[in-house]
C-alpha cells in the first residue's frame, strides 16, 4: 500500500514562510521523482516543485528564489522550503510520486493560505 502524507500547511501572513513536508511508505522512494504541485479554487493543478533522484530540481516560475524542494533518501520524505509567501501563493499543495511516469501517486494535499 502507498501512502503520500503532507503536513505543515497552514495560515500565514505575507512575507512569512512555511516548511511542507511528505513522508511516503510502500514506495522505493529513491527511484521516484518527487514533486510538489498546487491548485487554488477555480484554477487548475499546476507544478510548483519537482526534484529527481540525483537531485536536479525544477521549479514554476512563480515561485523560483522563494520555495526550494528538497529530499532525504533516508526518511523517505521531501520537503518544501516557501519563503516570502504572498496572497497568490494560497492554495491546496499536493505531494507527488512519479516512477518514470508508469507509477504516479498522490497524497491528499495540504492547505496553505497567505493572508493577513
Known amino acids: ?15 512569512g514562510s512555511l516548511r511542507l513536508s511528505c513522508a511516503s511508505s510502500g514506495i522505493i522512494f529513491s527511484i521516484y521523482v518527487m514533486g510538489w504541485y498546487r491548485q487554488a479554487p477555480g484554477k487548475q493543478r499546476e ?3 519537482s526534484i529527481t533522484h540525483a537531485n536536479s ?8 528564489g522563494r520555495f526550494t524542494i528538497a529530499r532525504d533518501n533516508a526518511k523517505n520524505t521531501v520537503y518544501l522550503q516557501m519563503n516570502s509567501l504572498n496572497p497568490d501563493d494560497t492554495a491546496v499543495y499536493y505531494c507527488n510520486a512519479d516512477r518514470n511516469g508508469i507509477r504516479v501517486y498522490w497524497g491528499q494535499g495540504t492547505q496553505v493560505t497567505v493572508s493577513s
Do not use: F, I, N
Not at 530540481?57 to 523560483?64: E, F, I, L, M, N
Open 1 to 15: 500500500q502507498v501512502q503520500l502524507v503532507e503536513s505543515g500547511g497552514g495560515l500565514v501572513q505575507p512575507g
Open 47 to 49: 507544478l510548483v516543485a
Open 57 to 64: 530540481t525544477k521549479y514554476a516560475d512563480s515561485v523560483k
